[in-house]
Structure formats: structure tokens, C-alpha cells
């Protein structure tokens, strides 16, 4: 199922004459402070590596599509119903796996914005129940500046037969109204998270990981999950 967020024009009159600057874009910022100093790249990937989420079709655009980033705070979500970080004491998990983006706009037309997420999901030891509805968001903002729109969405998850993970790809469309036909899809930014608590988003910036099964019981001949610094 495709979702759709349309964003309101009256926020996005007065980016008809916004100027993008050098200062670093909200989401290469986050991206700055992962260890190990990335600045806003992906990792390179190995070339004999099957790509984790096709690519979207390619669509005739104007000028430039938006930047469209995960944002590193919010890429991942982990329950521990205790303080104590250790894999045996993890609920349930998700993690934004792979992101695929594509534009198209014409003369003075809206910027529609085709994106596709995949989505990794685990049940840990201290998952209660066999399903969780998780919940992320879709923000758009002024490149640099303001959030002009914020939308939540739900995945109910259920975990059948015993298993521990599963995946799951959502397709969106966003839908950006342009003040006029100068009013180039690079001055805006659009950003997706998790929505998780402020302890959430803490143990993301520091590095520390679990995989997305983490705590569960291996089946015969794998080994356990451990955590990743």
C-alpha cells in the first residue's frame, strides 16, 4: 500500500526566495557525529553485493529532487523494558535498512516524491506477545531551516510460527507544493525516523548496536547475537 503526504502551501510561501547556504543540512549533520567521523555517506558496499531495496523507476524532473536521508538518531529502534544494555534484556526491534528515492515536477508544478523503505524488525527476549505496531514519521523541511510538515505511520508487525525477524518495505508519496516555477526541489530535505524516546535516539548516537534479533534464542548451529560497538 502507497501512503501520501501532501504538505500544505500556506507553510511553503516563503520558499519561492529561500537561498541555500553552506551551512551543513540538518540530516548531514546528524550523519557528522557517527563514529568514526563519517560526513553524510553511505558506507561503500561490495560490488558482488545484491542491492538490499530495488531502486525506483526513473522519473523526468525540472531540476533537482530533494534530499531525501534517514536520519541516524531515529534509524533504529530498540526496547529494554530495564536500564541494563545487554542482548537478554532487548524487546522488540527495527531498524531502516535501505532507502530508495526518486522526484518528478514540471514548469510550476507540486514536487512529487516517490520513496521506498525496507525495514528490518526483530522479537527479542523481552518482546511481550507475538506482534508490535511500530510507528515512523516523514518530515519535510525548508533545506537548512524550518520543519514545514511532520506526518506519523504505523506497521503492525506479527511474528507467526516462532520466527524472530521478519521484513518489511513501505512505498510513500510525498507531495510538495512549489510558491513558482523557480522553486527548485533542492531547497528541501526530507527526513525518516523512527519515532523513539529521547533514550532511544541517545543509544543510536552512541554507536552501540544490537542486531535486529538480538537477545532471541539461535536455532541449532547459529550462533548468538552479540552486541556490536
Known amino acids: 500500500m502507497r501512503r501520501v503526504l501532501k504538505v500544505s502551501l500556506a507553510s511553503l510561501m516563503a520558499v519561492a526566495t529561500l537561498s541555500v547556504g553552506m551551512v551543513p543540512s540538518m540530516a548531514e549533520a546528524q550523519q557528522s557525529q557517527r563514529p568514526g567521523g563519517q560526513q553524510g555517506q553511505e558506507e561503500p558496499q561490495p560490488t558482488t553485493r545484491a542491492p538490499r531495496i530495488a531502486p525506483l523507476q526513473r522519473r523526468a524532473a525540472a531540476g533537482p529532487c530533494p534530499y531525501v536521508k534517514i536520519l541516524y538518531d531515529a534509524a533504529r529502534y530498540v526496547e529494554m523494558p530495564s536500564d541494563r544494555v545487554s542482548a537478554s534484556n532487548v ?18 508544478q507540486p514536487i512529487s516524491v516517490d520513496a521506498r523503505i525496507l525495514f ?14 511500530y510507528r515512523y514519521w516523514i518530515a519535510v523541511t525548508e533545506r537548512n531551516r524550518a520543519v514545514l510538515d511532520k506526518v ?11 520466527e524472530n525477524r521478519t521484513a518489511v518495505v513501505q512505498e510513500n508519496t510525498i507531495v510538495i507544493p ?3 516555477a523557480t522553486t527548485s526541489g533542492s531547497n528541501f530535505e526530507i527526513l525518516i525516523g523512527f519515532d523513539v524516546t529521547p533514550e532511544m535516539a541517545e543509544f543510536n548516537r552512541t554507536g552501540s548496536r544490537f542486531r535486529v534479533n538480538a537477545g532471541a534464542a539461535p536455532t541449532a548451529g547459529e550462533p548468538a547475537p552479540s552486541t556490536e560497538q
Open 152 to 162: 506519523y505511520f504505523d506497521v503492525p508487525v506479527s511474528f507467526e510460527n516462532g
Open 91 to 108: 524487546g522488540y526491534t527495527g531498524e531502516i535498512e535501505g532507502l530508495s528515492s526518486d522526484c518528478a515536477y514540471q514548469s510550476d
Open 120 to 133: 528490518s524488525f526483530g522479537r527479542g527476549p523481552q518482546a511481550e506477545g507475538q506482534g508490535r505496531t
Open 178 to 180: 512549489r510558491a513558482n
